[in-house]
T-cell receptor
Framework: GAVVSQHPSWVICKSGTSVKIECRSLDFQATTMFWYRQFPKQSLMLMAT?????????EQGVEKDKFLINHASLTLSTLTVTSAHPEDSSFYIC?????????????FGPGTRLLVL | SQQGEEDPQALSIQEGENATMNCSYK?????LQWYRQNSGRGLVHLIL?????REKHSGRLRVTLDTSKKSSSLLITASRAADTASYFCAFDSWGKLQFGAGTQVVVTP
């Protein structure tokens, strides 16, 4: 079956630094990918929709200059947390819908745990 | 809120008992999905029910969908200790998944 990978699986960084998280679709092309954030003991919150070859669309309340998304190819989307602060510590998960059929199950990456000190 | 609501927030049962959790949403949907997440891990897709379906079964799982009430339920029968996890509903509205708040289920042997 289709697989979505994320790298790194976990990262610890100092406050003020930027962190890049990669999301790859391994055996299918994804023109759209989604990024979620999950705080401890909470649900997943959709952050943004990553669109190949065009700008990402962000959900209300998500700072686009803080969370930079680049969908440079049909198999790779990256999320960069710029000038990370401790409150950005979270579990970041990406997903990609299969090319067909539409509106069916999405494939989720295993997640990236970010800890900002 | 863009998220759906789930109840109960937490559920503690013994092995062999059934576990039922409910989800409500506000928008029109293409389908509704249920996922499981073990502590600190990724999501595991359990079952998908389309907007024109009312009930679906998969092994020990039974899902219902009532689009008139904008609600869904997940029933896990004959629960096992391995079913201990958080369960989330997610409703698909034109390709975007919005998640419910989740139900934390603990199954004790």
């Amino acid at each position: 079956g289709a697989v979505v990978s994320q790298h790194p699986s976990w990262v610890i960084c100092k406050s003020g630094t930027s962190v890049k998280i990669e999301c790859r679709s391994l055996d299918f092309q994804a023109t759209t990918m989604f990024w979620y954030r999950q705080f401890p003991k909470q649900s997943l919150m959709l952050m943004a929709t990553s669109n190949e070859g065009s700008k990402a669309t962000y959900e209300q309340g998500v700072e686009k200059d803080k969370f930079l998304i680049n969908h440079a190819s049909l198999t790779l989307s990256t999320l960069t947390v710029t000038s990370a602060h401790p409150e950005d510590s979270s579990f970041y998960i990406c997903s990609a819908p299969p090319p067909t059929p539409r509106y069916e199950t999405q494939y989720f990456g295993p997640g990236t745990r970010l800890l900002v000190l | 809120s863009q998220q759906g609501e789930e109840d109960p927030q937490a559920l503690s049962i013994q092995e062999g008992e059934n576990a039922t959790m409910n989800c409500s949403y506000k928008t029109s949907i293409n389908n509704l999905q249920w996922y499981r997440q073990n502590s600190g891990r990724g999501l595991v897709h359990l079952i998908l029910i389309r907007s024109n379906e009312r009930e679906k079964h998969s092994g020990r799982l039974r899902v219902t969908l009532d689009t008139s009430k904008k609600s869904s339920s997940l029933l896990i029968t004959a629960s096992r200790a391995a079913d201990t996890a958080s369960y989330f509903c997610a409703f698909d509205s034109w390709g975007k998944l919005q998640f419910g708040a989740g139900t934390q289920v603990v199954v004790t042997p």
